[in-house]
Each structure stands twice: as structure tokens, then as C-alpha cells.
């Protein structure tokens, strides 16, 4: 999701508070600093600066570093002691060397590295990649999160997804596909230029994604082509321009519409809670709370004025005759019968 579309993390985590409130857990527990690290890989200290919106976002190379050396710090053997390089790599057949860069933070891995370091320790695909706003968020959904029957619209869950309809079912009863990593990033892709068009419906180009990135078309035509996958910068850079989570590359069927349905989750918990409280629904979809609180500022001369220009608006947009209102507020009649004798 494009930064500027994401969701104010700190209602998420009010919203949450109050749900665990709701199912009889102790939202201090549910929502504890630590928990939402170990989830995100955030660590703890940046945790409020996040949720406020004051962090400054780290490089990815530092990031990655960061996250990794989290990993290892807290998903320990069963003895207590840090997973060595070697024990690791091994899981995907590569070298302990080879993580080596990534260890000592001097270099990125190979996109194929990064998704076997996230799956040897079972956290999400895009574990290393995200950046922290993202990443809490998906900590605090998963705080969230209860049980879904996992029947959703297959057209909806393939635009979230970038899985085929047949993939999704397969997925559904238990049976997931198994692609090569190579394959599945390049059917990502192309479902990203397919499904997220530019507003005269043709895909974005190649030089236009890689700009966005500071690279040129050209290193993203092996990709394009599904000869070859991009390293872990270009597959950060695009996934930001799509506006998708740092996972939608490399998570595999299986997370994919685990992720996709806790979020259909939590656009009906939040359509429920609307039906139930529509007063609610306007303020959230108009963003009232906001126009109000610089409203409060006006004198009694600002207020007629700013009473006057909604009379304008509504009357421009065939709204000012509705019944019982008149530029929204109570007509005479109306406001007679709701008078107390």
C-alpha cells in the first residue's frame, strides 16, 4: 500500500485495544511493545515513534541488516543459542559464507537468500523488506485477527493476491502449488502490470517502474521476460510502486491469501461496526474529525460563512432540499417535533 493510502496506525492500534477489550484479552498483553517487535521486526524503542508517525525510515541495506540480526537474536535453537550462518544457508542449499555480507551488514542478499533466511525461520515474505510503518501494520492486523471461514470472492482475493482462481482453491483445501521462486516472482509481475494500470488502462512501463528506483528499464527486462529474478532493491523498488505489502513477491500461495483474507477480515469487522454506528461511517470516510477540530478555531463570524458556503455546496450538488434539513441543519418543523414540552 502506497504510504500516503496507508492507515492511521495509531487507530489501528486504538481499534485493536478496544477488540481485545471486546474478546476478553488484556489489550496490554495483545499490543505489548515487545510483541509488536517480535512480530514486525521494528525494534521495541521505535515501536511508539512508529505508531505516532515520527520515525525516520532506515536504508533498505540497514534495514534488512537490522531485521536479520533480530531474527537470529530472537528465534534461537533449541538449546538458546543463535542459529549459526551455515545452519541457515544450509535450509536452502547455499553456503554459510554467503549470508556473510548480510550478517556484518555490508551488502544485500540475492532475492532467492531472502526468501529462504524469512521461510527457515517462519516469518512472513516480506519480513526483511518492509519498511516500519508497513510492518507494524501488519503486526497489529495480526493482533487482530480471528477466525475466518476463508471463502472470499476468488476475483478479489486473485487482485490481492496475484495468484490464478484455481491457485486460490488448491490453496483453499489444503494444496497449495509449489512454483520455483523464479517463476512465481515473475507471475507476480506481470499480474501487478496487469491488474494496476496507468489511468489510460496501458501498463507502466519498464522505465517508468525502475525510475521510481533510480534504475533503468532494462535491468527489469530479464524479470519481464521470467529469465531471471531482480535483486532484493528492484524487488523493494517495485513493489512500492505498486503500492503492495514488501512481501508480495516472494510470499508463497499459502501466506499470500492468508494475507489477503485478514484484510477482507478487516474491511467487514470495520463495515459491521459502520452499519451499526453510520454516524461513525461518515466521520471516517470524510475525515469530520478532522474539518471539525479546524472548524473549532473559527469566530461566530467564520461559522455563518462556513454555514453559508455549505448551504452553496449542497445546493450545487442537488442536496439542499432533503427533507428535515435545510444546509444540514433541522428545519423549523423538524426541530419542533423533537422539542421537549
Do not use: C
Not at 2 to 18: E, N, S
Not at 69 to 77: E, F, H, I, K, P
Not at 163 to 183: C, H, S, V, Y
Not at 248 to 262: I, V, W
Request: glycine letters at 10%.
Amino acid at each position: 500500500m502506497r504510504a500516503a493510502a496507508r492507515p492511521d496506525l495509531a487507530a489501528i492500534w486504538r481499534r485493536t485495544w478496544a477488540l481485545s477489550q471486546e474478546h476478553g484479552q488484556d489489550p496490554a498483553e495483545v499490543l505489548a511493545v515487545e510483541r509488536l517487535s517480535h512480530l514486525s521486526g521494528v525494534e521495541p524503542g521505535r515501536i511508539p515513534q512508529v505508531l505516532a508517525g515520527t520515525a525516520d525510515e532506515a536504508p533498505l541495506e540497514r534495514r534488512v541488516h537490522q531485521r536479520f540480526l533480530r531474527l537470529r537474536a530472537t528465534r534461537r535453537d533449541k538449546h538458546g543459542r543463535e542459529w549459526p550462518l551455515a545452519a541457515i544457508a544450509e535450509d536452502f542449499s547455499a553456503p554459510g559464507a554467503s549470508l556473510g555480507p548480510l550478517n556484518a551488514g555490508t551488502g544485500l542478499p540475492r532475492m532467492g537468500h531472502a526468501a529462504g533466511v524469512q521461510r527457515f525461520f517462519g516469518v512472513y515474505a516480506g519480513f526483511l523488506l518492509a519498511d516500519s510503518k508497513s510492518a507494524v501494520e501488519r503486526a497489529l492486523a495480526l493482533s487482530a485477527t480471528t477466525v475466518s471461514d476463508g471463502r472470499d470472492d476468488l476475483e478479489h482475493l486473485s487482485y490481492l493476491t496475484g495468484m490464478t482462481a484455481q491457485a486460490i482453491r488448491l490453496t483453499l483445501d489444503g494444496r497449495p502449488p509449489r512454483l520455483p521462486l523464479k517463476e512465481q516472482v515473475h507471475l507476480r509481475f506481470e499480474h501487478l502490470r496487469r491488474t494496476r494500470v496507468r489511468e489510460d488502462g496501458q501498463p507502466h512501463s519498464l522505465a517508468a517502474i525502475a525510475r521510481s528506483f533510480d534504475a533503468s528499464g532494462q535491468s527489469l527486462t530479464r524479470l519481464a521476460q521470467g529469465e531471471g529474478l531482480p535483486n532484493l532493491a528492484a524487488a523493494a523498488g517495485i513493489q512500492r510502486f505498486y503500492g503492495v505489502e514488501g512481501g508480495f513477491l516472494l510470499a508463497d500461495d499459502t501466506e499470500a491469501l492468508s494475507t489477503a483474507l485478514a484484510l477482507i477480515e478487516g474491511e467487514l469487522e470495520s463495515a459491521v461496526r459502520d452499519r451499526e454506528n453510520p454516524m461513525l461511517a461518515v466521520l471516517r470516510a470524510h475525515d469530520v474529525r478532522s474539518i471539525v477540530t479546524r472548524a473549532g478555531r473559527l469566530s461566530p463570524q467564520g461559522w455563518k460563512s462556513l454555514a453559508d458556503h455549505l448551504d452553496d455546496l449542497l445546493a450545487r450538488e442537488g442536496q439542499l432540499g432533503v427533507p428535515g434539513t435545510k444546509g444540514g441543519t433541522p428545519t423549523e418543523d423538524v426541530a419542533a417535533e423533537g422539542d421537549t414540552p
